[in-house]
């Protein structure tokens, strides 16, 4: 990813972060209970977040990301430990989590079937996995824009597709959706779900 875009991620994402983000940030983490597995964490701007979990165990394969949230740690009220690791390859037993916490990352994600399959994995049966992402729109000229702009955009922002299916690829992974909230007439989703 190189070392610009950690470094400039939370001072760019800021004026959209205290608009509105922050507000869905809190509002899907509050379903996450007991040992929590959360994906491409970043610079941890979701760790001050947490409330009443056992544990957040975090995975975030930029070692530049994750030192620059090791900050964040420290206005945690949980327990948070971060690993180097990418979400296609978790270094985790079958059924290790309670939930699964997702932002901002499956469009980042280079095999994100995979890393969905992992994610079915690791969780226990029944658990709760939750996403914040933004993803492509069908049928429509921003869709069309989406697909255009991707293959420049990828190379500016550390790998990131605007132009992602996520909802259908959480779907197609086994994943039972029991909730999506769109926002920004569906460009960003807010994805409840259930590892069957
Ligand atoms: C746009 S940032 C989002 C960070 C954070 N989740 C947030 O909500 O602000 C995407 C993150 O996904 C991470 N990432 C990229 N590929 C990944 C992979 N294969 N497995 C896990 N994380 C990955 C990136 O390093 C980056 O930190």
Known sequence: ???????????IMAPIEKKRFKRVRSELLSYADGHVLEIGSGTGVNFPLYQNVKSV???EPDE???NRSMEKITHSKVPIEVQLAYAENLP???HQFDSVVVTLALCTIQDVNQALSEMRRVVTPGGQVMFFEHVKLNDSTVGK???LLTPVW?????G???NRDSLTLIKEAGF????VDHMYKGLFLVIKAKNP
Do not use: I, R, W
Not at 154 to 158: D, E, P, S, Y
Not at 176 to 179: F, L, N, P, S
């Open 1 to 11: 990813m190189g070392k610009l875009v950690p470094k400039l991620y939370d001072l």
């Open 176 to 179: 039972e959706v029991t909730d």
């Open 145 to 147: 824009l989406q697909d």
């Open 154 to 158: 990828k190379k500016v922002a550390g």
């Open 92 to 94: 985790f037993d079958d």
């Open 160 to 162: 990131c597709h605007l």
């Open 64 to 66: 530049t990301m994750k």
């Open 57 to 59: 165990t975090a995975v």
